[in-house]
């Protein structure tokens, strides 16, 4: 099985592009941000405060998280047997996926099932601990960023697409406060990999960022199969 682990901060497009890339290659494409949104989701619809990790810890027993695949290929988050994946793109759950995503054993009780997905298929795998943590030994790791402003931006737009109404201040702000519980957190916090690509995406298309990605894969690993 090859594995390609993909990681960077909030907003610098690790999941529109990692699912193009994916596609492209004909590999299965895993968001582990997607899981911890539902964790946080699931903290909320529980009423636990997402940065009290005795009651998240407690509460993970009682979770039924699936991942699924729809006819069009796009991953599908499960919670309790309810389809979340709209609820986990909310602003609000952003922040509670980052408090719970630095509690420790948050992130042990997600470690085998991200592992067992790159057992089983060829995956594109994207989120902040990838390649440091959850795939050492991923055959590439991409180290995907770019600009505050920018990815603020990306963010902004991509929220007023899907209808949700938050001023690109307030989206700035959000991102730098992630930034800095991100890079900051005891557990795994966001890093690049020693031996990771870098790659700065500021300024670039989406397009541009896909086909650059693809370009590395293509480098490192000769699987083109689009």
Known sequence: ????????????????????????FGYIYVDTGAIYRTIGLAAKLRNIDAADSRAVISMLPELNIEIEYNESGAQCMILDGADVSGDIRLPEVSMLASKVAAIP???????????????????????????????????????????????ARRRYE???QKGIKESFEDVLKDLIKRDEQDTQRAAAPLKAADDAVLLDTSGNTLEESINAV???ISERIGSDRK
């Open 214 to 216: 693809c370009g590395i």
């Open 158 to 160: 991509e929220l007023l």
């Open 105 to 151: 054993e948050v992130r042990e009780y997600l470690v085998d099932m991200q592992r067992k997905m790159a057992e089983r298929y060829d995956v594109v795998m994207d989120g902040r601990d990838i390649g440091t943590v959850i795939l050492p030994n991923a055959d590439l790791k991409i180290f995907l960023t770019a600009s505050s402003e920018d990815r």
């Open 1 to 24: 099985m090859i594995s390609i682990a993909i990681d960077g901060p909030s907003g610098a497009g690790k999941s529109t592009i990692s699912k193009a890339v994916a596609k492209r």
